[in-house]
């Protein structure tokens, strides 16, 4: 089934054809074919997303090893299990979903490193594993990809790297996918353990400068010998 939306934005018409749809946004399959301007709508084309069926859903130890979990933390919840190509999804859904979350997704990145372990351990050679409560990762995505452009852009302005605060390797992965072709920054990994975090740089060729409706791209600008300025966000 497909379709073709339109939309004061991008996110507009895709809101619209998700609710006219019936679906949530990870089992869309979203192309953007016209982002909008002064006098034009959005619109994006939307079909559902086709999975491959498991043969023995009824074998698989991830998921019953995650509603094991849930179980025994008393929690109200169904998981629900997909699997395309090399990957192999868990979708915990339900009104304690959220309780599975944990600060910052912590106790789903934990969770989802044990499913892995298991399936490892069995055998089972899977290049990603995903386990997601609530739509937490999709929402997440969604947040930092938003912010990693605005970063961008103000590193741009200023001249000056940003660096963020410490972030888990699926938060980090989410900026550097943001930014891999932006053409104002670029991004880097610094630190060890739990104080890894990315760092924002702008690239030499591409300076903004605001005035007081819009900016100008300007030329190549010296940099500093021992680098940027750095600012933590």
Known sequence: MSNEFKGASVDAAIEEGLKKLGIEREDAQIEVLHKGGLFKKAVVKIEKRKYEEIENPEES?????IEDILNYMNLNCTVEQREKGEEISFFIKGEDANRIIGH??????ALQYLVTSKLLSEGKK????VV?????RQKR???LTNLARRLARKAASTGSEVELEPMTSFERRII?????????????????GKDRHIVISP?????????????????PKKTQKFGYKRKRF
């Open 61 to 65: 130890s991830g998921k019953k090893f």
């Open 104 to 109: 910052r997704g912590e106790t789903l990145d």
């Open 126 to 129: 899977y290049q990603r594993v």
């Open 132 to 136: 997601d409560a609530d739509f937490y």
């Open 141 to 143: 995505e969604k947040t």
């Open 176 to 192: 550097h996918t943001a930014l891999q072709k932006n053409k104002l920054a670029t991004t880097r990994s610094e630190g060890q």
């Open 203 to 219: 690239l030499e060729e591409m300076r903004l400068e605001y005035g007081p409706t819009s900016f100008s791209k300007t030329g």
